[in-house]
């Protein structure tokens, strides 16, 4: 059984390099992250142009926040089964394809987001 440890910032700190360290590894090695956080950065461009209201900014932040998660957890997943093994297993693709499907509905629920928010403001100039 795990041993119960008091509770310290040293060890809060630690946890937070350990996701620092996974959000470095997201954006150095995989690619689809790293289109993830342009589109990120161009929507935030957009919002400020537009000047969208509060609520918009909620809407897309919380749609960011769920693209990005899924791809890490995507990610970690790939890492993961690539450790059991790189050999061609089914039921490993049928977990890669999955957890991939994940982040495309994600994304694509993104997008629309985006569209409702944004459509107004550009139809409008």
């Not at 590894?25 to 929507?43: D, G, K, M, P, S």
């Not at 935030?44 to 769920?66: D, H, K, P, T």
Request: aromatic fraction near 12%; glycine fraction near 2%.
């Amino acid at each position: 059984m795990k041993e119960i440890h008091k509770f310290s910032f040293k060890s809060r700190l630690k946890s937070f390099r350990y996701a620092f360290n996974g959000l470095k590894t997201l954006i150095r090695y995989e690619h689809n992250a790293r289109i993830h956080f342009l589109a990120v950065i161009l929507i935030i461009a957009m919002g400020c142009y537009f000047q969208i209201q509060r609520f918009e900014w909620v809407y897309l932040l919380l749609s960011f926040a769920l693209v990005i998660s899924a791809e890490a957890l995507n990610t970690a997943i790939e890492y993961l089964s690539d450790a059991i093994t790189l050999e061609n297993d089914e039921r490993i693709k049928k977990v890669k394809d999955v957890s991939a499907c994940a982040v495309l509905i994600s994304a694509s629920i993104s997008i629309v987001v985006g569209l409702i928010v944004f459509m107004p403001y550009i139809i409008s100039d």
